[in-house]
């Protein structure tokens, strides 16, 4: 089994739709990223925690929110979809004595009609 | 602004040949400089990183080379192979309050090696 769940790994949806994505880890580690993925843009950090209690926006964070339900579980929602939000979503952990080693899901791709 | 710096977007390389993508940074307080590999329907994995107390760094085919007067680190991928096309990325951070890191991400190089 991975290391880092996402659900779903595609999701197909219309405009003013409420998603969420949920993300799992069985590696013990405290910290959780969200990150989003559009050709040509890199990776873009939407939301991170570095533990259940600390929530942290990143540099694309409006439209999105994020919940971190325990130190395993980390989900993102996108409250209203709209299209530019079509993209490939990922979600990765770290530890705390990182030294910047990220470990990430298999992504969760989304499709905002 | 960005700032990690990486080119090229893409890259074709014959199998065998030599693969370089090069990345620029302006944040002298970066002290770790990642490397990552995604392939096609994967998430990205940590290939191989490098601090600035070293110039180079090798871990079978893969190399990287580090220049801090220049600020500029770059990835070599010796004798590709198809099995190396993926995307690359390359990313810094510096260590902020309480030890917290974030990555910097380069953009990526889509990187094709040819049979």
């Known amino acids: 089994d991975a290391d880092v769940t996402q659900t779903p790994r595609n999701r197909i949806t219309k405009t003013g739709k409420r998603i969420m994505l949920e993300c799992s880890q069985t590696?013990?580690?405290?910290?959780m990223y969200w990150y989003r993925q559009d050709p040509g843009l890199g990776l873009r950090l939407i939301y991170y925690?570095?533990?259940?209690?600390?929530?942290n926006k990143g540099e694309i964070s409006d439209g999105y929110s994020v919940s971190r339900q325990a130190q395993a579980k980390f989900s993102l929602s996108l409250e209203s979809a709209i299209p530019n939000q079509t993209a490939l979503y990922f979600c990765?952990?770290?530890?705390?004595?990182?030294?910047?080693?990220?470990?990430f899901g298999e992504g969760s791709r989304l499709t905002v009609l | 602004q960005q700032q990690v710096k990486q080119s090229p977007q893409s890259l074709i390389v014959q199998k065998g040949g030599i693969s370089i993508i090069n990345c620029a940074y302006e944040?002298?307080?970066?002290?770790?400089f990642p490397w990552y590999q995604q392939f096609p329907g994967k998430g990205p994995a940590l290939l191989i990183a490098?601090?600035?107390d070293v110039s180079e760094k090798k871990e079978g085919r893969f190399t990287i080379s580090f220049n801090k007067s220049a600020k500029q680190f770059s990835l070599h991928i010796m004798d590709s192979q198809p099995g190396d096309s993926a995307t690359y990325f390359c990313?810094?951070?510096?260590?902020?309050?309480?030890?917290?890191?974030?990555?910097?991400w380069g953009l990526g190089t889509s990187l094709a090696v040819n049979p």
């Open positions: 990313a810094a951070s510096s260590p902020n309050a309480g030890n917290n890191r974030k990555l910097i």
């Open positions: 590696k013990g580690h405290d910290r």
């Open positions: 990765a952990t770290s530890d705390r004595r990182q030294t910047g080693e990220l470990f």
């Open positions: 925690s570095f533990d259940v209690k600390d929530i």
């Open positions: 490098i601090r600035p």
């Open positions: 944040n002298t307080a970066f002290d770790y």
